[in-house]
């Protein structure tokens, strides 16, 4: 379902906004916010992240000589997810996506949805992400008319 409403959605977002994700603000057009779920100490970190509408991460890849990647599990609102020389999929809460390492992607809102996804990093050895140029404001809009 989509939210345009912020209050609406956050009644739906049942992990939490958190705070602007401002450390990583460089590598989003939009405004996105962090709210971890789990401590760093635990081995495996998991983020609720929030995407107000038309919010979207640069392409990046997660780097790993074995192992690692991302899975992404969508919570809330409607997003996009895209992989490089793919069609985009859309995303609604209950679609959940594993993203192999050293695979090339971005994900974030439609242009008329709140969106959240609970992210998790697959720890890997020499993982780490790389993060890449912004999604075209065109093939992005392009997206949207077919929504």
Not at 11 to 27: I, L, M, Q, S, T
Not at 52 to 81: D, F, K, L, V
Not at 105 to 130: R, Y
Request: glycine share 12%; with cysteine.
């Amino acid at each position: 379902m989509k939210y345009l409403n912020e209050g609406q959605f956050e009644k739906e977002n049942v992990f939490g906004k958190g705070a602007p994700n401002d450390a990583y603000a460089r590598y989003f057009i939009g405004r996105s916010y962090l709210n971890p779920l789990t401590a760093p100490e635990a081995g495996i970190l998991l983020s609720n992240v929030t995407f107000e509408p038309g919010c979207r991460n640069n392409w990046h890849i997660h780097r790993a000589q074995s192992g690692g990647g991302q899975i992404i599990i969508c919570t809330a609102g409607e997003g996009w997810y895209q992989e490089e020389g793919k069609p985009a999929v859309s995303l609604v809460p209950g679609t959940v996506i594993a993203i192999g390492a050293n695979v090339k992607h971005w994900h974030g809102a439609k242009a008329d949805s709140w969106f959240s996804h609970i992210a998790m990093e697959v720890p890997g050895e020499g993982a780490s992400t790389e993060w890449l140029e912004p999604v075209d404001d065109q093939a992005y809009e392009k997206l949207e008319r077919r929504a």
